[in-house]
């Protein structure tokens, strides 16, 4: 049960994380109240925008009265605005100050630009960096009996921005926060503050995070936007680890690798031979990385921090072949459109909802109570059922789909319990049978468990060239697999999909749907398209497993990595 926490002796009784704490929890526990009220704060900041005034915010005086005026919206019934508002107009759809534009990631290749409010960017501090602070300090003290030790952060996130017509900076969310903690950075990062802030110089950031890590014995902690970033930093290091020990056993940058040839003059005029730690470091991977390893590069590393359940949950499980034992927190539960919900404990992927946040609706998946026109209020939620969450956030955006699918596991005062389960545009369906990640996730897991073969990623698929249509599974396996046993697998995994999704199934058993289609990648196939990626311009910190291969640039990519061998 959600409760309140005393300050830790030693620490000073004003300490903001554990306030902020403390206050989560009282706000839990009167959600509703909280929550209806920030939505009427809302109402009367902005019925003077122009969106204010065409949905006659000025009448409204109860949540009921809201959903009656203000419909539902996406990304397109705001594009107008914010074209106007990145060229310097104001008041159009919030009355806040805005002080960046989230870049999206563009998972469907189609990358928007969300406004970010001051308040946004308040929530985000407070909710998000502030509160995972005091998470981080009481999940160490429960589990060793003391503070977090202090020392170096292993931090993969890379600050990419630029700027608007107006003068506005322009990013990813996560850009924003680290700007604003840049002048803090240089002292608890092991590399060059540079290395985070390129400012347009040309790096190899995986090269420089391992080589400086690595040199650094006293990394705390691991840091991640995402679990994918910790997974090839540490596949980086195992792939290339005899180079790197005899980079720093020399005091010296590869010139093999990329990056403008000033900032390596400068890197290597900090350097110096190190080899007694070049030589621990051998030792270390001499022995192989069938045992983890983090617990012998980086002995004092209390824990580990990344958003790892949901699509990222089997990045998770190769994480934890490196890191063993060492505790993971697996941080908030946010979008581009602002924060949603926080995990307020070590070693569990449920997520509180944060009614400081947002208004947050939610419209049940499936049930006899279902109407895609209705939503249900945060308390009015069922454990154990799905919903798609509607956000009213702090920067403009009102009853908006942000196109998550949660499942409610509990409640925390008044406040819903959460796990994310699948994005809608990441569910295909060829004749209507609706198959979403979650589903596909429990197929791939099933196989292991049945072949006893790892499997690194998947993508899904939809062939409609021919009719009938079928499903093609992409599945990335650790090693490669016997040709004479694919048959088998691919019985395998459609016997699971039909299980997984009984409507896929039954359209199989009529030749509705062609049976399922199953394709090997070569390894690193996953590795090499998150590189490519990056070349393109796209941020570190923004890039998403591929579960649903949409675009024809991803069915170029990875249907020519089949591996046909």
Same mark, same amino acid.
């Given at each position: 049960?959600?409760?309140?926490?005393?300050?830790?002796?030693?620490?000073?009784?004003? &300490?903001?994380?554990?306030?902020?704490?403390?206050?989560?929890?009282?706000?839990?526990?009167?959600?509703?109240?909280?929550?209806?009220?920030?939505?009427?704060?809302?109402?009367? &900041?902005?019925?003077?925008?122009?969106?204010?005034?065409?949905?006659?915010?000025?009448?409204?005086?109860?949540?009921? @009265?809201?959903?009656?005026?203000?419909?539902?919206?996406?990304?397109?019934?705001?594009?107008?605005?914010?074209?106007?508002?990145?060229?310097?107009?104001?008041?159009?759809?919030?009355?806040?100050?805005?002080?960046?534009?989230?870049?999206?990631?563009?998972?469907? &290749?189609?990358?928007?630009? =969300?406004?970010?409010?001051?308040?946004?960017?308040?929530?985000?501090? *407070?909710?998000?960096?502030?509160?995972?602070?005091?998470?981080?300090?009481?999940?160490?003290?429960?589990?060793?009996?003391?503070?977090?030790?202090?020392?170096?952060?292993?931090?993969?996130?890379?600050?990419?921005?630029?700027?608007?017509?107006?003068?506005?900076?322009?990013?990813?969310?996560?850009?924003?926060?680290?700007?604003?903690?840049?002048?803090?950075?240089?002292?608890?990062?092991?590399?060059?503050?540079?290395?985070?802030?390129?400012?347009?110089?040309?790096?190899?950031?995986?090269?420089?995070?391992?080589?400086?890590?690595?040199?650094?014995?006293?990394?705390?902690?691991?840091?991640?936007?995402?679990?994918?970033?910790?997974?090839?930093?540490?596949?980086?290091?195992?792939?290339?680890?005899?180079?790197?020990?005899?980079?720093?056993?020399? #005091?010296?940058?590869?010139?093999?690798?990329?990056?403008?040839?000033?900032?390596?003059?400068?890197?290597?005029?900090?350097?110096?031979?190190?080899?007694?730690?070049?030589?621990?470091?051998?030792?270390?991977?001499?022995?192989?990385?069938?045992?983890?390893?983090?617990?012998?590069?980086?002995?004092?590393?209390?824990?580990?921090?990344? !958003?790892?359940?949901?699509?990222?949950?089997?990045?998770?499980?190769?994480? *934890?072949?490196?890191?063993?034992?060492?505790?993971?927190?697996?941080?908030?539960?946010?979008?581009?459109?602002?924060? !949603?919900?926080?995990?307020?404990?070590?070693?569990?992927?449920?997520?509180?909802?944060?009614?400081?946040?947002?208004?947050?609706?939610?419209?049940?998946?499936?049930?006899? @109570?279902?109407?895609?026109?209705?939503?249900?209020?945060?308390?009015?939620?069922?454990? $154990?059922?799905?919903?798609?969450?509607?956000?009213?956030?702090?920067?403009?955006?009102?009853?908006?789909? !942000?196109?998550?699918?949660?499942?409610?596991? #509990?409640?925390? $005062?008044?406040?819903?319990?959460?796990?994310?389960?699948?994005?809608?545009?990441?569910?295909?369906?060829?004749? #209507?049978?609706?198959?979403?990640?979650?589903?596909?996730?429990?197929?791939?897991?099933?196989?292991?468990?049945?072949?006893?073969?790892?499997?690194?990623?998947?993508?899904?698929?939809?062939?409609?060239?021919?009719?009938?249509?079928?499903?093609?599974?992409?599945?990335?396996?650790?090693?490669?697999?016997?040709?004479?046993?694919?048959?088998?697998?691919?019985?395998?995994?459609?016997?699971?999909? $039909?299980?997984?999704?009984?409507?896929? $199934?039954?359209? =199989?058993?009529?030749? =509705?749907?062609?049976?399922?289609?199953?394709?090997?990648?070569?390894?690193?196939?996953?590795?090499?398209?998150?590189?490519?990626?990056?070349?393109?311009?796209?941020?570190?910190?923004?890039?998403?497993?591929?579960?649903?291969?949409?675009?024809?640039?991803?069915?170029?990519?990875?249907?020519?990595?089949? &591996?046909?061998?």
């Amino acid at each position: 049960m959600l409760q309140k926490r005393n300050i830790p002796e030693g620490l000073d009784p004003r &300490d903001t994380a554990y306030q902020t704490f403390n206050e989560t929890v009282d706000m839990c526990m009167d959600a509703r109240r909280y929550s209806q009220e920030l939505l009427m704060q809302i109402v009367r &900041d902005n019925e003077d925008t122009e969106y204010g005034k065409k949905y006659g915010f000025r009448e409204i005086r109860s949540v009921e @009265d809201y959903k009656k005026r203000v419909p539902f919206s996406d990304y397109d019934d705001y594009a107008e605005a914010i074209e106007r508002m990145v060229k310097g107009e104001k008041n159009l759809i919030t009355a806040y100050p805005i002080v960046h534009y989230a870049m999206t990631s563009g998972s469907v &290749d189609n990358p928007k630009s =969300i406004p970010v409010s001051s308040r946004t960017m308040d929530a985000y501090m *407070k909710y998000a960096s502030i509160l995972s602070s005091c998470i981080y300090d009481f999940g160490v003290r429960d589990r060793k009996g003391r503070s977090p030790k202090m020392g170096k952060q292993f931090l993969t996130a890379v600050v990419k921005t630029d700027y608007t017509p107006d003068g506005t900076l322009r990013g990813p969310i996560s850009s924003a926060i680290y700007l604003q903690n840049k002048a803090f950075m240089q002292y608890i990062l092991p590399w060059p503050v540079e290395v985070m802030y390129p400012e347009g110089q040309v790096l190899n950031q995986k090269y420089l995070r391992a080589f400086y890590a690595l040199k650094e014995r006293k990394v705390t902690r691991m840091i991640a936007p995402f679990m994918t970033a910790l997974v090839d930093s540490m596949y980086y290091i195992e792939s290339n680890w005899r180079s790197l020990v005899a980079d720093i056993e020399a #005091g010296r940058l590869s010139d093999e690798v990329d990056m403008d040839e000033e900032l390596r003059a400068k890197f290597n005029a900090q350097l110096a031979p190190d080899p007694k730690r070049a030589a621990e470091l051998r030792a270390i991977f001499e022995e192989g990385f069938e045992e983890p390893v983090i617990p012998k590069i980086w002995p004092d590393c209390d824990f580990i921090a990344s !958003i790892g359940g949901g699509g990222f949950a089997a990045y998770t499980k190769k994480m *934890k072949r490196y890191s063993g034992d060492v505790p993971m927190y697996f941080n908030c539960y946010g979008a581009s459109e602002g924060p !949603i919900a926080t995990v307020l404990d070590f070693e569990t992927v449920e997520n509180t909802i944060i009614p400081a946040n947002g208004f947050f609706e939610f419209i049940p998946m499936e049930g006899v @109570d279902r109407d895609p026109e209705k939503t249900l209020n945060l308390d009015e939620l069922e454990v $154990g059922r799905e919903y798609e969450i509607v956000v009213t956030n702090l920067a403009g955006f009102y009853r908006y789909r !942000i196109g998550d699918v949660i499942e409610v596991v #509990g409640y925390d $005062g008044e406040s819903p319990r959460i796990v994310f389960k699948y994005r809608k545009n990441q569910m295909i369906s060829i004749a #209507g049978e609706k198959t979403n990640e979650a589903g596909v996730a429990w197929v791939v897991h099933e196989f292991e468990k049945e072949t006893g073969e790892s499997i690194t990623d998947f993508s899904i698929y939809a062939d409609t060239d021919d009719l009938p249509g079928r499903y093609v599974l992409f599945l990335e396996p650790e090693r490669h697999l016997p040709r004479e046993e694919y048959e088998r697998y691919r019985d395998i995994c459609d016997e699971k999909m $039909g299980i997984a999704n009984p409507s896929y $199934g039954s359209k =199989i058993k009529e030749k =509705i749907l062609l049976p399922l289609k199953l394709n090997f990648l070569q390894q690193e196939t996953y590795y090499l398209y998150r590189d490519m990626m990056m070349m393109k311009g796209i941020s570190e910190n923004q890039i998403k497993p591929v579960r649903v291969i949409d675009t024809p640039r991803k069915e170029k990519f990875f249907f020519g990595l089949i &591996d046909r061998e």
